[in-house]
């Protein structure tokens, strides 16, 4: 059974810079378009950014474009959000997803769900 292992979160102050990382275990990163979600306390889940397979494509939420930057290395079975400018909203439980489908916006498209790491930003 694939297992998804997130870190990196922690507490940081508005502006500052967090980098997550995504560690995946019993399945082959390398086969699975990737993706992370996040949410918020008293609010659903939503989508941040998702790449493809070979990282030839990329795609992000409209408040992650431009200070968000997925990237992944399928020989560390690693994916990774560096994430910059860091915002107050962007307070949110982080998760990584893996689709044998598609690089997607929705969420039941993918099959495996780490459990989270938590990013805090204060003002």
């Known amino acids: 059974q694939g297992q998804l292992v997130e870190s990196g979160g922690g507490w940081v102050q508005t502006g500052d810079s967090l980098s997550l990382s995504c560690v995946a275990s019993?399945?082959?990163?390398?086969?699975?378009?990737m993706a992370w979600f996040r949410q918020a306390p008293g609010k659903e889940r939503e989508f941040v950014s998702s790449?493809?397979?070979?990282?030839?494509?990329?795609y992000y939420s409209t408040s992650a474009k431009g200070r968000f930057r997925i990237t992944r290395d399928n020989e560390k079975n690693t994916l990774y959000l560096r994430m910059n400018n860091l915002k107050p909203e962007d307070t949110a439980r982080y998760y990584c997803?893996?689709?044998?489908?598609?690089?997607?916006?929705?969420?039941?498209?993918?099959?495996?769900w780490g459990q989270g790491t938590q990013v805090t930003v204060n003002s």
């Open positions: 997803a893996a689709s044998r489908a598609r690089a997607t916006s929705t969420e039941d498209e993918y099959e495996h």
């Open positions: 019993g399945l082959t990163l390398g086969e699975y378009f």
């Open positions: 790449i493809t397979w070979s990282s030839t494509n990329t």
